[in-house]
């Protein structure tokens, strides 16, 4: 079956620092794979997607890179704000009309 | 409204009793989703209408779980004999072109917690 799995919180980090936050899957099949985040107070809004190998998606300074050779889709941003403090979760899609979610990650930055 | 509506957006119960959450989806949106998260869990798919019909309920748990949409477009979880291990937050999404392109828009939330 399918699986996603994400590093694990939290995750504390300065302003203005590299964030990463690694995520792997095992999938049946060829997967589409997102990034979604949910801000203190709201609903999970999806962040960026990839629907095939070596696609990268992108929105508000994240980074994801879709690596077929390690099953991988690696959250990535290069200087963090307080703003981006939130709980992200890592996906995935086989166009079985399900999403399957990581556990999440949730990340917290300081001034 | 703007966005995906859910109702209420806490509910506490006692073990046993019947509930209802509501979701009312952005309008035009035809597909809609119903996921369960657990304390520091993913959300779980649990079951996905497009129009008025189930397309897919392979994850209700049980029997006990049953959701409608009647009109195409407010959709009821109806939760029969709860126990405790119910409790969660229910999601619900939706999108206008089903869950292929991923775009989907979640509510906030409904919040059960079963005493």
């Known amino acids: 079956g399918n699986s996603v799995t994400q590093m694990e919180g939290p995750v504390t980090l300065s302003e203005e620092v590299v964030l990463t936050i690694n995520c792997t899957y095992t999938a049946t099949g060829y997967p589409s794979l997102f990034w979604y985040v949910q801000y203190p107070g709201e609903g999970l809004q999806l962040l960026l997607k990839a629907t095939k190998a070596d696609d990268k998606g992108s929105n508000k300074g994240f980074e994801a890179t879709y690596r077929k050779e390690t099953t991988s889709f690696h959250l990535e941003k290069g200087s963090v704000q307080v703003s981006d403090s939130a709980v992200y979760f890592c996906?995935?899609?086989?166009?079985?009309?399900?999403?399957?979610f990581g556990s999440g990650t949730q990340l917290t930055v300081l001034p | 409204g703007a966005g995906v509506s859910q109702t209420p957006s806490n509910k506490v119960t006692e073990k046993g009793k019947y509930v209802e959450l509501r979701c009312d989806p952005i309008?035009?949106?035809?597909?809609l989703y119903w996921y369960r998260q657990s304390l520091g869990q993913g959300p779980e798919f649990l079951i996905y209408?497009?129009?008025?019909?189930?397309?897919?309920d392979s994850g209700l748990p049980n029997d006990r779980f049953f959701a409608v949409r009647p009109e195409g477009s407010v959709s009821t979880l109806k939760i029969q004999r709860t126990e405790r291990g119910d409790s969660a937050v229910y999601l619900c999404a939706s999108s206008f072109l089903g869950q292929g392109s991923g775009e989907l828009f979640f509510g906030e939330g409904s919040r059960l917690t079963v005493l």
């Open positions: 309008s035009g949106h035809t597909a």
């Open positions: 209408f497009q129009g008025t019909g189930a397309a897919d």
């Open positions: 996906a995935l899609s086989t166009g079985a009309r399900q999403l399957t």
